[in-house]
């Protein structure tokens, strides 16, 4: 009886596999499932959620761009594919600044037409200086910025020299001021210069903030007429440091002041 029983499902297996009617239907259904597969493929891979940063505030235009006012969004990978100018990196946002153009509102995603770099803005570097500290013209040309090699977020010292002293007969070429940051490199009409080329206008002025007192000092120093101010560019490892500004010699401080009379009421 278990011999009969077995051929008898094998026969009714034979059976419907040599039926085309459920030949055609299994492969209907596998066609389906492997349509439905891949459709859910697809689909999971076009609106695979990507991390892009977004405004965590209002930031105003012209504004510097802080760790704290950038969040983290997902959004659907088909939409950042169909965006050219997206910003998907925390990286390309956080210190940078905001157009001058326009703001940048609460929630919006960040695109690049938006998002400039410090030299890419008209004086927007002003805007951050600290209480105490003066902004100072320097009066440069393009040989003692190397060809307009120094440009706006770069560090500096500041070299004085002075002509040959006749009872001496010596000179003073010295380090007056360290590690200074430049605001902005301008040409003779006041326009900034965004490049390290003469191509782009030949600098005429470096801007930079320093304390009262030092800004005191390199004001007479500039109107006692004798004395040199030379601007020497540091390495990017210098940029990165945390040293603070500061005057590097007494000895200067009162050579320029021994220069000036000082009127007292």
Do not use: W
């Not at 006041?190 to 600098?203: D, E, F, Q, V």
Request: hydrophobic letters at 40%; a positive charge.
């Amino acid at each position: 009886m278990a011999k009969m029983k077995s051929k008898n499902k094998k026969s009714i297996f034979a059976r419907l596999i040599g039926n085309k009617n459920t030949v055609t239907i299994g492969g209907l259904l596998a066609c389906i499932l492997t349509l439905v597969i891949g459709y859910n493929y697809r689909v999971g891979m076009a609106i695979d959620p990507i991390s892009v940063p977004y405004a965590k505030v209002e930031i105003p235009a012209r504004t510097l761009i802080k760790n704290e006012m950038v969040g983290k969004i997902k959004i659907a990978s088909t939409y950042v594919d169909a965006s050219t100018n997206l910003i998907t990196q925390e990286s390309e946002v956080v210190n940078k600044y905001a157009s001058y153009k326009t703001n940048i509102p609460k929630g919006s995603l960040f695109y690049k037409e938006v998002i400039k770099e410090a030299d890419e803005m008209p004086d927007s570097a002003f805007a951050n200086i600290e209480d105490g500290n003066t902004i100072f013209s320097l009066s440069v040309d393009d040989k003692v910025t190397f060809s307009n090699s120094i440009r706006a977020g770069e560090y500096i010292d500041l070299y004085l020299s002075t002509p040959n002293d006749i009872d001496t007969n010596k000179i003073i070429y010295a380090c007056l001021i360290r590690s200074i940051r430049v605001l902005a490199v301008k040409d003779s009409h006041g326009n900034n210069i965004l490049r390290n080329s003469l191509a782009y206008g030949k600098p005429a002025k470096l801007l930079f903030a320093v304390e009262d007192d030092m800004y005191k000092l390199l004001m007479r120093a500039e109107l006692l007429g004798k004395i040199t101010l030379t601007p020497v560019i540091r390495n990017t490892n210098y940029t990165n440091s945390a040293n603070e500004t500061s005057v590097s010699s007494s000895q200067l401080i009162d050579y320029i002041n021994s220069q000036v009379m000082e009127m007292v009421d």
